[in-house]
């Protein structure tokens, strides 16, 4: 995803904890309600019922737009959600709290995200989405990539997560502040983990704490990103 969102970014100074086994906060910047099992658990039941089909032709993946996970987004609570991020980082990362303050500061950068997505059939109102940006950019950062996936991919990866997510009764009971607040978390902590992985280029040591702290980022959601491969049809187990 690091084409389409890093223009964003230029000039950020990231974090101390790039370094660290929790990139940029991940139990800070994303609520924590997603971090238990239960969303991972339904994209991995469903994956694997993926899985027990015959592949669909790589043109087609079928995308899915559950209503139950856009939202209606309002401008004061991103203005607070971003504010709480800012918050919730100053206590373990002074420097690094000024850095997503000075982020934030220069405009609004959900809205930014949301037209460089739009042409890719993106849309940062729904958590599907969020979600799909997120976990293509999680699984880039633990092979230190930096291309940006095609459209067919990405849609692919909407399809799933759609589909997924679509069933949890966490996200069908949510309004739309709490559906807010997760979807524009897991799209900041994307363009963070890209930054990561652009600024870590020829720094083996750099590349590989971005990788942990990718991959332990993905556990809390219950991801094992270490046993998944990006295809044309979507993630699918690499044993597959």
């Given amino acids: 995803m690091k084409r389409l969102i890093l223009g964003l970014l230029a000039g950020l100074t990231l974090p101390a904890a790039a370094s660290a086994q929790d990139v940029w906060g991940w139990s800070i910047l994303v609520p924590s309600y997603a971090q238990t099992d239960i969303l991972g658990t339904h994209l991995r039941d469903r994956r694997a019922q993926d899985e027990a089909l015959p592949p669909s032709p790589p043109a087609t993946p079928r995308l899915s737009q559950p209503a139950n996970l856009r939202y209606a987004p309002s401008k004061a609570r991103r203005t607070a959600n971003l504010a709480g991020f800012v918050a919730r980082s100053r206590a373990a990362d002074s420097a690094g709290a000024r850095s997503l303050e000075a ?46 996936p095609s459209d067919s991919i990405l849609r692919a990866v909407r399809a799933q997560t759609g589909r997924a997510l679509a069933t949890a009764p966490e996200l069908a009971g949510a309004g739309d502040g709490a559906k807010q607040q997760l979807a524009e978390a897991m799209l900041i902590q994307a363009a963070l983990l890209d930054a990561a992985v652009v600024q870590a280029q020829g720094d083996p040591t750099k590349l590989r704490a971005v990788a942990t702290a990718a991959t332990q980022g993905a556990r809390g959601m219950g991801l094992d990103l270490a046993g998944m491969e990006l295809t044309a049809t979507g993630f699918a187990s690499r044993s597959r």
Avoid: K, N
């Avoid at 500061?105 to 809205?111: K, N, Q, V």
């Avoid at 037209?115 to 849309?123: D, F, K, S």
């Fill in 103 to 148: 982020l934030f500061a220069e405009g609004d950068i959900i809205e930014r995200m949301g037209q460089l997505l739009a042409p890719h059939g993106l849309r940062v109102d729904d958590v599907g989405d969020a979600y799909a940006v997120w976990w293509i950019s999680a699984w880039q950062a633990t092979r230190g990539l930096t291309d940006t």
